[in-house]
Structures are given as structure tokens and as C-alpha cells.
């Protein structure tokens, strides 16, 4: 018997966004706090600038938007 979590899948958090509901959905999806996944990705942002956000954006425009 096949079962599929469909609550573990990454979404874009609308209620709890700060631009876009990225780093929100990343840390629901893997029960990190979301403040903590927010620094990281900044801390990364200011090292890899252009790979950061890049994979940013790309997941700003491939991701579903979950209320």
C-alpha cells in the first residue's frame, strides 16, 4: 500500500512571508524555525550572492503557493 505525505512537500508560506514565503515554506517543510532559516540564507546570500539568489528566485517561480 502506497501512502504519500502530502503536508511534507516545500510550498511558499503566504501567511508567514517576509518577500516572497521561500525561506518560510523551506523551514515548515523541514521543521526548522524560520528565523533561524532566514539568517542562514542571508549569512549564505552575502558569501554566494549570485548562486543564493538564483536558486531564490528559481524557487520564487517554481513553487505553489500555500495559504
Given at each position: 500500500?502506497?501512502?504519500?505525505?502530502?503536508?511534507?512537500?516545500?510550498?511558499?508560506?503566504?501567511?508567514?512571508?517576509?518577500?516572497?514565503?521561500?525561506?518560510?515554506?523551506?523551514?515548515?517543510?523541514?521543521?526548522?524555525?524560520?528565523?533561524?532559516?532566514?539568517?542562514?540564507?542571508?549569512?549564505?546570500?552575502?558569501?554566494?550572492?549570485?548562486?543564493?539568489?538564483?536558486g531564490y528566485?528559481?524557487?520564487?517561480?517554481?513553487?505553489?503557493?500555500?495559504?
Open positions: 500500500m502506497n501512502t504519500y505525505n502530502n503536508e511534507k512537500n516545500w510550498y511558499k508560506d503566504a501567511l508567514n512571508k517576509k518577500l516572497s514565503g521561500v525561506c518560510s515554506g523551506f523551514a515548515r517543510r523541514f521543521d526548522f524555525p524560520i528565523w533561524a532559516t532566514r539568517l542562514v540564507t542571508i549569512l549564505l546570500f552575502i558569501q554566494f550572492p549570485l548562486f543564493i539568489g538564483g528566485l528559481a524557487a520564487h517561480f517554481c513553487l505553489d503557493t500555500k495559504a
